[in-house]
């Protein structure tokens, strides 16, 4: 079975490439309506497209100013203008909307559709705009998917569900998440520079007859989870790889580091 690997270097500086992993991915960034992460100016740089849920437009206006506070305001969003604000416009402030609208950013109103969230859409968007380009896969970063109402949290988790072939990751301040699917093996590299040590694998869906990995300080040996049996949360990275096969789709979560 083919390898896929994993890694957070994202949340390091672009000036700084990890040499341990060498996985070059074309990453897109969505804004989501909760404060953003304190990384939320390194993700953007990170990102070829940028694209605001609905009110996440509000947070960008309201909230990249605050990470610069001897720039003037104006300057700062005109820097941070996202390329699209979609969903169903239900949040977004008529100011911030006008605003963006000026600069150029493409507004795409789907108040139509009340069955799909806000980030489903955005991710609808982003797949549809970026073909493989030269053979570099997408990674699809989602700010402040966590932390908040749990509706919504289950909702951004349905997201990676029913986009199980596309890379997306959901970032609050405090942790990661994103899929392991059933399909491959999979080799986390671990930047223990800003994430770890604490981790979590959990089954989603359905339960999982048989787990194994490497790397960790409770790892799994064939073993079998389920939600109402045993499922490896509060697990803790040993070093700077982990390794994962399952017969079933996993959530892997590691924390983030407060530097
Ligand atoms: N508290 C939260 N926790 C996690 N994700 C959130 C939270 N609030 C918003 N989001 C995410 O940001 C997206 C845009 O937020 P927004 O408030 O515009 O949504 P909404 O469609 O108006 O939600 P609702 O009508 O249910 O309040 C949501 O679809 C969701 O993915
Ligand atoms: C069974 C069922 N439950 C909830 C909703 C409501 N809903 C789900 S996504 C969404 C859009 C949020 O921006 C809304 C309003 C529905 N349509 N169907």
Known sequence: MEWMCHCSSFLLSPEKPNSACSLSLNYALVILNQSLP?????????????????????????????????????????????????GDMDSIRREVLDFYAKLGTKIIDESHD????????????????????????????VAGALGGRFDHEIGNINVLCR?????????SDDCLIHLLPKNRHHKIFIQSSIEGPHCGLIPIGMPSGSSTTTGLKWDLKDTAMR?????????????????????????????????
Not at 51 to 58: E, I, Q, S, T
Not at 115 to 130: A, E, S
Not at 236 to 247: A, C, F, L, P
């Open 38 to 86: 304190r990384f939320a100016p390194l993700l953007w740089d990170h990102a070829h497209v940028r694209v605001c849920a609905d009110g996440g437009a509000n947070r960008v206006y309201d909230e990249m100013p605050l990470f610069f506070p001897h720039q003037q305001p104006s300057h700062v969003r005109s820097r941070y203008k996202p390329d699209a604000i979609k």
């Open 114 to 141: 009340q069955d799909t969230t806000d980030l489903h859409k955005c991710v609808t968007y982003m797949r549809d705009l970026t073909p493989k380009v030269d053979g570099s896969e997408q990674c699809i970063l």
């Open 163 to 171: 986009f199980s072939n596309t890379r997306i990751i959901l970032l």
């Open 227 to 259: 939600f109402g049996g045993l499922i490896s949360t509060s697990n803790v990275v040993k070093g700077e790889i982990v390794t994962v096969q399952s017969d079933s789709d996993l959530l892997w979560t590691i924390s983030i580091k407060k530097l």
